[in-house]
């Protein structure tokens, strides 16, 4: 394959993986939100997060097989991050405990199979540098979980949740 530089993974893997992971950033000013609306108690808001690992468990294994059997596509990678945005934009129109819980932990599914596919994509096209460009691909993700929640939060400030979700399909 071409070879690219750092700059490139930088802008694409990282900045995809961060937007991924910017959607797990969310999830803790979102809660309380969630609690607050629907009258919910902190065993059901535990449910969430445990719904979406367990969903994560399962698409993380598949997205690894698809992966190997269907090697470099990048289509995955883009339907993975057009799937978190627009399963974060439908909580706006969640008005039950049950469809909140369903959309994270099928949202959920985005985040799993970015991993299975970006890393190899890495490792391909980085055999002398995979530890470095796995390094700039993690600096994506955590900058991006980082700043979520303060801009989210900030933002719940001046528009309702549900308008907040729903800037996420942009």
Do not use: C
Not at 49 to 63: E, F, K, P
Not at 94 to 107: D, I, M, W
Not at 128 to 133: H, K, P
Not at 160 to 170: F, M, P, R, S
């Amino acid at each position: 394959p071409r070879s690219r530089g750092l700059g490139d993974v930088y802008k694409r893997q990282s900045g995809g993986h961060g937007v991924a992971h910017w959607y797990n950033g969310i999830l803790p000013v979102l809660y309380p939100v969630f609690a607050l609306e629907l009258g919910l108690n902190y065993s059901q808001i535990g449910v969430f997060d445990s719904a979406r690992g367990v969903v994560g468990v399962v698409i993380s294994l598949l997205g690894g097989y698809l992966a190997d059997v269907f090697g470099k596509r990048r289509w995955f990678l883009g339907f993975s991050l057009i799937s978190l945005g627009i399963f974060t934009a439908l909580l706006g129109f969640s008005k039950t405990y049950f469809a909140v819980l369903v959309l994270l932990a099928v949202g959920g599914i985005g985040n799993s199979l970015w991993h299975p596919f970006a890393l190899p994509m890495l490792k391909r096209v980085f055999p002398q540098r995979r530890a470095l460009a796995t390094a700039i691909h993690d600096a994506g993700a955590n900058s991006f979980h980082g700043l979520s929640p303060i801009v989210v939060g900030a933002l719940l400030g001046f528009l309702g949740w549900k308008y907040v979700v729903g800037l996420h399909l942009l």
